[in-house]
């Protein structure tokens, strides 16, 4: 929790007032799990896999990291540019009362509703990309700059952000051992969602952005403003930075829970967050890819017992509920 009202931020019209902030953190103050205090690596060099040619490189990736670089990745520079400089025109640059009136919107985490322990010093917006759920959020498309950075988001980029995750799948369907039936059931592609994240500059040193997880998505597809720093892996038992790429040219993949259950445990799901930072804000883009609610995942072999990605949403959410915490899945393991 901050400590009073700093006058850099209270002035700072993007920002939630900081009483709000005490409310959302009750009972809670700085609660620091025992990996927030892993050492510090250096920087982790990174694997590049090129997607027009992904080859063994992908699944080397996917089996000893769990989180790569993405080339020819086919999203013009143009289209991220856009993105970028709608994002900070409506979330750095428009005031708080403003932003928490528009669906989507998330100050704290993004876990909407969801009681964390902490509060991550993140803000954006959910854009939904499938039709039911667009359909679900009925809301009037919001003026500029939001109107057009939502409808960017979910149209251009949204295809662009779904032809980059069914063509991983693909390539890694066969090593797998999938057949066609469970490659479409596992990768629901375009029912997958984006968020765009804005981490502002934090008065407070040590606080995280985003606290330490794996992601539930089969994979997730990340693309930070260039030269954004604050990404960091676990690896090795200690938190490693994941340098900016050079250029705007490469997008990071990291795969989620998902892709481990599906590979039985032989792919990784990476535990990584995001640091604050006193100096400078970071933008980012996250999409992210799920089974099919309905998809029974059953290639655990043996370590998980059968389930859907519904079912495992719905422990997920649970958890936190309960503890502050998501517990992930362990919770479907076989045997203890
Ligand atoms: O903003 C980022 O780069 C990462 C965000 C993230 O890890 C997540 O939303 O799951
Ligand atoms: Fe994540």
């Known amino acids: 929790m901050a400590s009073g009202s700093d006058s850099r931020t209270a002035a700072d019209p993007s920002y939630p007032p900081f009483p709000l902030l005490e409310q959302d953190d009750e009972g809670g103050g700085h609660v620091h799990e025992q ?92 854009v939904a990309l499938g039709e039911a759920q667009q359909q679900q959020q009925h809301a009037p498309v919001p003026p500029p700059p939001l109107g057009d950075l939502l409808g960017l988001a979910r149209a251009e980029y949204g295809a662009h952000m779904t032809r980059v995750a069914r063509t991983l799948f693909d390539a890694l369907a066969p090593a797998l051992g999938l057949g066609a039936a469970q490659a479409a059931s596992y990768l629901a592609e375009r029912d997958g969602f984006l968020r765009v994240y804005r981490y502002p500059r934090c008065p407070e040193p040590g606080r995280l ?15 930070q403003e260039e030269g954004a720093g604050g990404l960091q892996v676990l690896h090795g038992g200690a938190w490693r930075d994941v340098a900016p790429a050079a250029g705007a040219s490469t997008l990071l993949v990291n795969l989620g829970d998902m892709a481990r259950a599906i590979s039985g ?14 100096a400078a804000e970071r933008l980012s883009l996250c999409y992210f ?48």
């Open 35 to 126: 990996e927030q205090e892993a050492r510090r690596g250096g920087a982790l060099e990174l694997p590049t896999v090129d997607l027009e040619a992904p080859g063994e490189a992908l699944a080397a990736a996917c089996r000893e990291l769990g989180v790569f670089r993405l080339a020819n990745h086919g999203v013009p520079a143009a289209l991220s540019a856009r993105l970028f400089a709608l994002a900070r025109a409506a979330l750095a640059g428009a005031p708080f009362r403003d932003k928490r009136a528009q669906p989507g919107y998330f100050w704290g985490t993004p876990a909407l509703s969801l009681r964390v322990r902490d509060v991550n010093w993140v803000e954006g917006f959910h």
């Open 209 to 223: 952005g985003m606290e330490a997880h794996t992601d539930s998505s089969v994979l997730s597809v990340i693309n």
């Open 265 to 278: 445990d032989a792919y990784r799901s990476v535990r990584h967050r995001v640091a604050a930072s006193q």
């Open 289 to 336: 890819a799920f089974p099919r609610d309905d998809a029974v995942i059953t290639c655990g072999a043996g370590r998980y017992r059968p389930f859907t990605y519904a079912e495992f949403r719905e422990q997920v959410q649970a958890d936190i509920k309960a503890t502050g915490s998501k517990v992930g899945l362990e919770r479907f393991l076989l045997h203890h």
